[in-house]
C-alpha cells in the first residue's frame, strides 16, 4: 500500500498503535474510490478508428491498454492490502480481548474496531459519557501493560 515514512523501530502508545487499524482502513477505502476512477476511465477512452491505415503501433499510443494495466495494478494492489488488513484486524482484535476486564474489552473494540466514538459507546454500553472515558484510558493503560512493545503494524 505504499511506502511509510515512520520509524519502525519506535514504540507507539496503545492509542497511537490501536489507531492504526482505521488508518489503513481508510487507506484501502481510498485506494478502491481511486480504482472506481481508473474504472471509469477505462470505460470512457476514445474509440478506435477504423478508417485511417495504421504505420506503426507503440505501447505509448494504447491509452486504453495503459489504463487498463494500472487498473489492474491497482486492484491487485487493494486485494493484497486487504488480505494483510484483516489479518491485522484479526490480530489486534484477539490483543484487545487478552484483557481481562469487560469494560475495558468494550470500548477498545467499539472505538478501535468499530471506529465509534467515545458518546457513541457510551450509549451503546448505557453508560455516562464521563465514565466511559475513564473506563477508555484505563483500557488503554491496560492495553499497554499487557502489550508493552507495540509497533507499527504495516
Known sequence: MGEQSFDVTKSLSAKQY?????IID???RQMEEELESLRSNVCSV??????R???????????????VT???ALH???????NRFADIKHQVVKEIQSLNNVNHIQVLFKVYVQYKSLKAASNEMGMSYQYVRKIHQS???AFKSMHPDMRYLT
Do not use: C
Request: net charge negative; proline share 2%; no cysteine.
Open 18 to 22: 490501536l489507531e492504526q487499524l482505521e
Open 26 to 28: 481508510v487507506k484501502i
Open 46 to 51: 476514445g474509440s478506435v478508428e477504423y478508417g
Open 53 to 67: 491505415e495504421k504505420v506503426q503501433t507503440s505501447r505509448s499510443n494504447d491509452p486504453l491498454g495503459h489504463a
Open 70 to 72: 494500472k487498473y489492474v
Open 76 to 82: 491487485d494492489e487493494i486485494r493484497e492490502g486487504m
Open 139 to 141: 483500557a488503554l493503560d
